[in-house]
C-alpha cells in the first residue's frame, strides 16, 4: 500500500529564513506527487505537482526517486506562508491521492 | 464559475442517527471524490465517482457509509447508524476528467457525533 509521511508536525521559522517542509513516501512504481496547502479558514488548493516542474508563490520541489522523497523549499519565507502543506502521492490507475499528516508552516516576522 | 460546494457546513447528530452530507462539484468536472478527514490527519480517501457510476469505493471504512451520484453531478454520501468515531471533516473535491489532473476541494462538512 501507499504511504506519505511527513515528519514536521510543525516547522517555526523567521522571516527571510530558508524553508524546507519534507516528505516521504513509499511506492514501488512511478508516483505522481503534489503539495497541497490550506490558509487559515480557506480550503484545501493545490500548491504544485511534480510533472509540472514549476515554481509557485517561490516553492519549489523536487522529486528525488533514490530517496523516495518530494521535499518543499523556499529560499526565503514571508509571513503570508503560514498555513498547513500536505503532500499527497498518487498513483497511475487509480486516482485517489494519498495525503501524509501535513506540516502547520509557522513564519514568524 | 463557482468553486465545489458543500452542505451542510456543520452537522451535529447523535449516536445511531442518519446523515446525509451533499456535494455540488464544479460544472463540467465529470470526475468527483469524497475524502475523510480526521483531526491531525490527512484527507483519507473514501470514493471516486466517474460520472455516475463510482469508479472507486475501496476507501469506504464499512457498509454504514454509502455515496451516490444518480444525474453524474451532486453527490450524496450517506452514513447510516453513526459512530462518535465518524466525527471527521468530509471533504469533496472534483477534477476535470480524472486524469491525473488538479483535484478541487470543497470547504467540507464537520460532522460531530455526540
Known amino acids: 500500500a501507499q504511504r506519505v509521511t511527513q515528519p514536521e508536525k510543525l516547522l517555526s521559522v523567521f522571516k527571510g529564513a530558508p524553508v524546507e517542509l519534507k516528505c516521504n513516501y513509499s511506492?514501488?512504481?512511478?508516483?505522481?506527487l503534489f503539495w497541497y496547502v490550506q490558509y487559515s479558514r480557506q480550503r484545501l488548493q493545490l500548491l504544485l505537482r511534480h510533472i509540472s516542474r514549476e515554481s509557485i508563490k517561490g516553492f519549489t520541489a523536487d522529486l528525488n526517486k533514490g530517496e523516495t522523497s518530494f521535499h518543499l523549499k523556499k529560499p526565503f519565507a514571508q509571513e503570508e506562508d503560514s498555513a498547513m502543506y500536505y503532500c499527497a502521492l498518487g498513483v497511475r490507475g487509480r486516482r485517489a491521492l494519498t495525503f501524509g499528516s501535513g506540516t502547520r508552516l509557522q513564519v514568524q516576522p | 464559475g463557482a468553486g465545489v460546494s458543500q452542505t451542510p457546513s456543520n452537522k451535529v447528530t447523535e449516536k445511531g442517527k442518519y446523515v446525509e452530507l451533499r456535494c455540488d462539484p464544479i460544472?463540467?468536472?465529470?470526475?468527483l471524490y469524497w475524502y475523510r478527514q480526521s483531526l491531525g490527519q490527512g484527507p483519507e480517501f473514501l470514493i471516486y465517482f466517474q460520472g455516475t457510476g463510482a469508479a472507486d469505493d475501496s476507501g469506504l471504512p464499512n457498509d454504514r457509509f454509502f455515496a451516490v451520484r444518480p444525474e453524474g453531478s451532486v453527490s450524496t454520501l450517506k452514513i447510516q447508524r453513526t459512530e462518535r468515531g465518524d466525527s471527521a471533516v468530509y471533504l469533496c473535491?472534483?477534477?476535470?476528467?480524472?486524469?491525473?489532473?488538479?483535484?478541487?476541494f470543497g470547504p467540507g462538512t464537520r460532522l460531530l457525533v455526540l
Open positions: 460544472s463540467g468536472h465529470t470526475a
Open positions: 511506492y514501488s512504481g512511478s508516483p505522481e
Open positions: 473535491a472534483s477534477s476535470l476528467s480524472g486524469g491525473a489532473e488538479t483535484q478541487y
